[in-house]
């Protein structure tokens, strides 16, 4: 083990959001097996915390494959060891650190408008692959997340100012702002607008410098969540392809369903298929029955009626072989196509039946009074396996 005599690393990414690479002196370097622990004098990558994962990049050219805090020091989780002492060049992937950046800084500004609107609290945040998403301790409507995503979009296009301070003690005793924790040292507090005229939240992560830098801001979904309301973003090019993929879905539905091209005409248009969908499955059902009648009063009265139907739908074949139960001792009915059956075997012999093709024939299921499943057998099969069966 390495002895690692400086503890603390110089955090680049809390005072300027912008550096994409960076020099530094290895302090440190633990491990073996592809994965190091390298501990530098100063970074830029910002190590997983308060919902956002770490910055993943290079340091002289070895990956990065992971950055947190571990005994309050930053690790760099690298492939390959670096020599103490050696001076070396960082380079994050930039372009996933922008994405954070935005979202990040847009709940900020979504949490501060919720808050002085409603009085509410944010209080859970996590930067997924997908979305991000933000916990609020109250219970919101659509309308008010439609106010409020306005709002969010009016101070990205009003282009405020967004930078970092580290207040005092005392100076934090008089300034008011949004925090999830209750310290008193080494805050950092991330301003928006001039003098935190937007907000002021205590935050340790790396923020766009400018609001407008967010682009576009959408709340993407939003469902009651532990008492409150949890709410999906996204920003930027992540929402610009949202929204594309949201209007070719439109432009495919209204194609399908020959309606304008319009979300409000083809929810109308899907809800009326929908319902004509469910007033068919009453009619199939209805005739269904109606056969089912026809096909149990052409029945032979023996002890076992083997039946085989054409249709697939296992409550139709289900319905019929009960009813034929009825009429005759035992039923085995065999509906779908030949070679792949859908069975069903209800009545006195029901078990007996269900061993005899097990015994003979390649069958998967089970039941205790009605016996379904699935039967991988010719009709000649079936029907020779009970050809002058007397059960
Ligand atoms: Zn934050």
Known sequence: MTERKIKNTDRIYEKDSSVSFFEATVLSCDGGEGEYKTVLDRTAFFPTGGGQSCDLGTLNGIEVKDVHIE??????????PLAVGEKVRGILNFSEREEKMRSHTAEHILSSILNTKYGLSNVGF???TVDTTCDFDGVLTLKQLNEAEDEVNRIIRENHPVYPVFPTENELKTLEYRSKLDLTEDVRIVMIGENGSVDKCACCAPHVKKT???????????????????VHILTGIKALERARDDFEGIKTLSALLSSPRNAQSVSEAAERICEENEALEREISALNERINGYIVKELPDTDLAVVFDERKNSQT??????????????????????GRFTFVVAGE??????AKMKNSLNVRGGGKEV?????????????????GENI
Not at 71 to 80: A, F, K, L
Not at 349 to 354: H, T, Y
Not at 372 to 386: N, P, Q, V, Y
Request: charged residues 20%.
């Open 212 to 230: 407008g830098n967010i682009g576009y801001f959408k709340i993407v979904d939003f469902y009651k969540y532990k008492g409150g309301t949890r």
């Open 349 to 354: 012999a029901a078990q007996n039946i269900f």
């Open 126 to 128: 996590h930067l997924g």
């Open 371 to 387: 016996i379904c499943g699935t039967a991988f057998a010719s009709e000649s099969e079936i029907k020779a396996l009970f050809d």
């Open 71 to 80: 005994n309050g020091e930053i690790i760099h989780v690298t492939q390959s």
């Open 317 to 338: 074949l289900r319905s019929l072989c009960l009813s034929a139960a009825e009429k005759v001792k035992t039923a085995a009915v065999f509906g779908g196509e030949n």
